[in-house]
């Protein structure tokens, strides 16, 4: 593992505004972060392009956005009360407590015991459960036992009727959400690749229940999140698809693929194209006793459609797309953030912050800008050190209020990824950045 970048990046997202660790004042609480001014920028760009790619462009989906509290039945009926377990074991030294199948942990641990002349001795695997329980209700003892979602899926499909009686959808048709997933985690690790609160981006995509046609699918999504996060600035090399072979898949998955990155912790999945069949409609109908079938308008015919899931992790695609861009050049850091992703898209300087008529301008263009983009002010020190501060936060581009500007209205430009300059019109301003954004 590249440890040096990773203490890299994680001492930038704390530096910076971009990550905290959660509750950090009482101690902390293991896998749990909390998103800065920067981070939350950031997390909602990711989200606003994934939501417009998926919901606002697209004739064959629509949104959802369902509760985390769900009726305990959802969880027995998707099967996550009996299947969705992890294997643990316990060092019956000290107690602590690992994944089985987290073999470089348990190594670790046993090195360490070792180092101090012990030898771990281990439990027999068990399975744990990793949904979290909550408790609903006013009355001390009357309370009812609930599960905050292990996946934001079950609020889709649960919602598959009242989609199909209040839209006009037809199969092939998708369903998209984003909202927050809890886990038990046993080992959460990673900065924020393996947490306990951490937030996805699912479409759940409804097809005829057909062999001939679902690996046509399958594969389409595949391909198209490939294209996704390249699109937005991720190195192709640094992807790759990893095949699921029968026994790794979860229990609910004919078929699944992940998208795996290429981080400084080894190849990790960054994203998982699953194909569900028709268990989650079909469990539900069993479990709630209501008709999920589909009717085909033309043919009559009614059916139980399959899903082919695409489900992605806002915080781990925040973390790889920090970690992707995350270079340094020349003694400079630069985070080469996508602009659709960068938390300000521009930030404004008076090239003297004493001189009033410079800083007048400049607040101006400042002011109007807002209206259209996330902009920074920025009047301290010298240009140069401005810029560093914006490169390491990754805006990709800085205007500077000079004096030619004070003559002629014009204002630079620079650009964060080759520091050339423009030298640029205040009135085209916005057309100019909105084509560069874009
Ligand atoms: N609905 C299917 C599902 O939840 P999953 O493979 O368990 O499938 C999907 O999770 C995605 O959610 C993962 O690829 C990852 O991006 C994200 N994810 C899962 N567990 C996570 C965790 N503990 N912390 C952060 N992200 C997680």
Known sequence: ???????KIVALCKRRGFIYSGSEIYGGLGGTWDYG?????????????????????????????????????????????????????????????????????????????????????WTEPQKFNLLVKAYLGVVEGKQSEIYLRGEITQGVHVNFKNVLDSTRVKIPFGI?????????????????????????????????????????WFNYWKDFWMDWYVNLGIKKENLRFKEHEEGQRAHYAKAATDIEYNSPFGWSEFMGIHHRGDWDLSRHENYSGQSLKYKDSESGEEYTPWDIESSAGVDRSALFFLIDAYIEEDGRTILKLHPKLAP?????????????????????????????????????????????SQDE??????????????????????????????????????????VKIK
Not at 57 to 71: E, H, K, L
Not at 178 to 206: D, L, W
Not at 369 to 385: P, Y
Not at 401 to 428: A, E, G, H, W, Y
Request: charged residues 35%; negative net charge; hydrophobic residues 35%.
């Open 1 to 7: 593992m590249n440890e040096d970048l990773m203490d």
């Open 393 to 434: 936060i990754g805006t990709p581009f800085c205007i500077t209020v000079d004096f030619q500007s004070l003559k002629d209205n014009t204002v630079t430009v620079r650009d964060r990824d080759t520091t050339k300059q423009d030298r640029v019109k205040i009135v085209d301003l916005k057309d100019y950045l909105s």
């Open 344 to 388: 300000y898209k521009v930030a404004v300087f008076p090239l003297l912050a004493n001189k009033p008529d410079l800083a007048k301008l400049a607040r101006e263009i400042y002011e109007d800008l807002k209206k259209d983009f996330m902009v920074a002010w920025d009047d301290r020190g010298n240009i140069g050190g401005r810029y560093a």
């Open 37 to 121: 001014p920067l981070g939350v920028e950031l997390k909602n760009n990711i989200k606003r392009e994934w939501w417009k790619d998926m919901v606002q462009m697209r004739d064959d989906m629509v949104g959802v956005d369902a509760a985390i509290m769900m009726n305990p039945k959802v969880w027995e009926a998707s099967g996550h009360v009996e299947a969705f377990t992890d294997p643990l074991v316990e060092c019956k030294l000290c107690h602590e407590r690992f994944r089985a199948d987290h073999i470089e942990d348990i190594k670790s641990h046993e090195h360490a015991h070792a180092e101090k002349d012990k030898k771990c001795e």
């Open 176 to 216: 998209a959400q984003i909202g927050k997933a809890f886990r038990n985690e046993i080992t959460p690790g990673n900065f924020t690749f393996r947490s306990r609160e951490f937030e996805q981006m699912e479409v759940q995509y409804y097809i005829t229940p057909d062999e001939k046609d679902d690996m046509k």
